[in-house]
């Protein structure tokens, strides 16, 4: 058993204080909480979604006095964070990278038990690349026929590229910055700003096989230099040793049975002034206030009858997310035999491969692949016979000491993944300034809360911006 978790913010409304608040007086005729409680039918809040954007509101409006109901469409919490449990490595489909300046993360996982270990010694040294038909280690790389560039650009390695060009002469002034207005004239694709700065075209095609992007064309320059900022501030990495998800589990053990899995959401409305919502089964519920955490693409699924402006109806319907899908294999250790490093760059279509290492041993005990963009797209067209047939082909052409010698798991698309969409926004240039203001905008009754609109990175972005709209939302119903 771990201790409550305490909430973050600066919330300290009290119980009452809470009730007057969200306009329970509405709901019930002037009940508030304690005996009259159990006369009222509704919850206070409805939380749409338990990924760590959602947990993190109820459990911040249950600390103020609230009650919250999370209607989630998983049978699990989490979201984006999936680790399989049941695998050696506690292999991770979605987060792993904990930053050291995630202090919310580190807090609540700190209060849940729940170790954070430096990823620097699980972390693999040196790079075997596979570009052009060839494989070879990554020191060869600037002398090797398979490098097709040329002039300084052959001493980089493809991984490397889009920092070479990007990573100096940052304009923004703080991370934080990225999506202000101020920075409008900046907002140009990454390709665009990879020719301004001299990058070949055969530089671009390196960029476009693996980067964190669908396509350089298609997000904005600032998105990565907002990246690249947060990490070059990042003193360390860590990550969850009973893996990501345990952290949401924890969270979500906290909200016990406010917590609704298979609830899909299909409809939100807001009706004299309060949220409605409608679920795939025909259930309705109503509340004073509503959080919406669901990711942009799955949010486009569900019928709004919302009071929105013209800009988050727009980015609602075209908001793109990076498509990811990760891979999962079992080895023997092949690596042994060629004495290449295990950690893999290439232009196949497994792109990038990483160790999975035992958690007890610390031993390799298998690959992880992690396919964006269109790749990833390609490998989602496939069905399970022939992504395996492909897989180990693939691994026998980039690696053949690994022929016969791996076997392949299982495989998720966040692409594919109807209650996701993708990995995270992929910011398109020219919008950001526009588009970010929008999605964070309250729409009625409904706040908005979740990776698309959080200030701080990934998880740790998440779980504050899942705080934050909870304290926003106490306060304007306060005033
Ligand atoms: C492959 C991958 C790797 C990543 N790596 C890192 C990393 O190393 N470090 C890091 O900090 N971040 C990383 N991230 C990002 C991080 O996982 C996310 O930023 C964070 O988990 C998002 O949390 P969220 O609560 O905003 O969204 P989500 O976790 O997506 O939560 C939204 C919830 O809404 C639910 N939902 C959707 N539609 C409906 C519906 N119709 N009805 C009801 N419920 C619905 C979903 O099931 C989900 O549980 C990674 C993400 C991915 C996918």
């Known amino acids: 058993m771990h201790k409550p978790i305490p909430s973050g913010g600066e919330v300290d409304l009290k119980r009452r204080q809470a009730v007057k608040a969200l306009g329970l007086s509405a709901l019930g005729g002037g009940l508030g909480f304690g005996a009259s409680r159990a006369a009222l039918p509704g919850p206070d809040v409805l939380v749409l979604g338990a990924g760590l954007a959602g947990l993190a509101a109820a459990r911040q409006l249950a600390a103020a006095g609230a009650l919250p109901l999370v209607l989630e469409a998983r049978e699990r919490p989490g979201g984006r964070t999936f680790t ?42 040196g790079l075997t690349l596979h570009v052009n ?136 409305s807001s009706e004299n002034g309060f949220a409605k919502v409608r679920l795939t089964n025909g ?48 080895a023997d250790p092949f690596w042994e035999e060629d004495g290449l490093a295990t950690a893999m760059w290439t232009d196949s279509p497994l792109e990038r491969l990483f160790p999975r290492t035992h958690a007890e041993t610390g031993e390799c005990i298998g690959f992880k692949a992690f396919v964006n963009g269109a790749g990833a797209a390609a490998l989602d067209d496939l069905d399970e016979a022939t992504f395996k047939d492909l897989a180990l082909a693939t691994f026998a052409k980039i690696r053949p000491s690994s022929a016969g010698r791996v076997r392949y798991l299982a495989r998720h698309s966040w692409g594919a993944d109807p209650f996701a969409g993708g990995a995270y926004a992929a910011w398109p240039p020219g919008q950001v300034a526009q588009w970010r203001a929008a999605v964070r905008r309250p729409a009625g009754p409904i706040h908005f809360a979740g990776e698309h609109t959080a200030a701080a990175p990934g998880l740790e972005g998440a779980i504050r911006s899942g705080e934050d709209a909870a304290e926003a939302l106490l306060q304007a119903a306060a005033s």
């Open 133 to 268: 038909g060839q494989t070879l280690a990554a020191d060869d790389w600037p002398e090797s026929p398979a490098n097709p560039l040329a002039g300084t650009e052959r001493q980089v390695l493809p991984n490397r590229l889009e920092a070479h060009y990007l990573a100096s002469d940052i304009p923004l002034p703080r991370a934080a910055d990225w999506d202000l207005p101020t920075m409008r004239s900046d907002d140009r694709s990454i390709t665009a700003e990879l020719r301004a700065r001299g990058a070949s075209e055969e530089s671009l095609r390196l960029v476009n096989v693996a980067g964190n992007h669908n396509h350089s064309d298609a997000m904005s320059v600032l998105r990565w230099w907002r990246s690249a900022l947060l990490f070059s501030q990042e003193t360390g990495v860590g990550r969850l040793v009973a893996g990501t998800g345990a952290l949401a589990r924890c969270m979500a053990a906290e909200l016990g049975s406010a917590v609704r899995y298979g609830s899909v959401v299909t409809a939100i």
């Open 84 to 125: 399989r449990f049941d695998l050696p490595d506690r292999a991770e489909f979605g987060a792993v990278e904990i930053g050291d300046s995630y202090a919310r993360i580190h807090a609540l996982a700190g209060v849940c038990g729940l170790e954070i270990a430096p990823m620097k010694g699980s972390r693999p040294t």
């Open 283 to 330: 259930a309705e519920f109503r509340a004073p206030r509503c959080i919406c955490t669901l990711p942009l693409p799955a949010l486009r699924k569900v019928r709004l009858k919302l009071p929105l402006d013209a800009t988050l109806r727009r980015v609602i319907s075209e908001a793109a997310y990076t498509q990811v899908t990760v891979a999962l294999f079992d």
